[in-house]
């Protein structure tokens, strides 16, 4: 398989993990300026974030390689975030405003990854 088809799978992948990481960072920056921003909630949201970017990114090297059931996770896994995050941002009064944000993106970028490791699994 050409890394070229799997080149934008691999890109929505690394983007997650930025995210990830971004919330964490934005979490320990608001705990010390606006502790009220950095909930339990919010910590929780953002391990398990943190906790599927690793997952992803091994999902996403196995795939790369071509391994059916690494694709087959990611697709699993990209769906179980679309809608995990979709119904988390839509809780009233749970999670702050700039988190529903985050999860809308989230959402997104995993509506994104499933509709392109679709592709590289008809092209395969």
Known sequence: MSSDVFAPVQRVVVAY???????VAALVLLSVAAPR???DEAWGHAL???AFSVLLLLRARAARKGS??????????????????????AL???FP???RVEMVAIAALMLALVVLALRVRRAR
């Not at 993990?17 to 919330?23: F, K």
């Not at 699993?76 to 679309?82: A, D, P, T």
């Open 48 to 50: 398990i974030v943190g």
């Open 92 to 94: 009233p009064g749970v």
């Open 68 to 89: 059916a059931t690494g694709l087959r996770a990611i697709v699993v896994i990209g769906c179980v975030l679309l809608v995990v995050n979709l119904v988390e941002a």
């Open 17 to 23: 993990v930025v995210v990830a990481l971004g919330t």
């Open 97 to 99: 405003s700039w988190m």
């Open 37 to 39: 921003l950095a909930t």
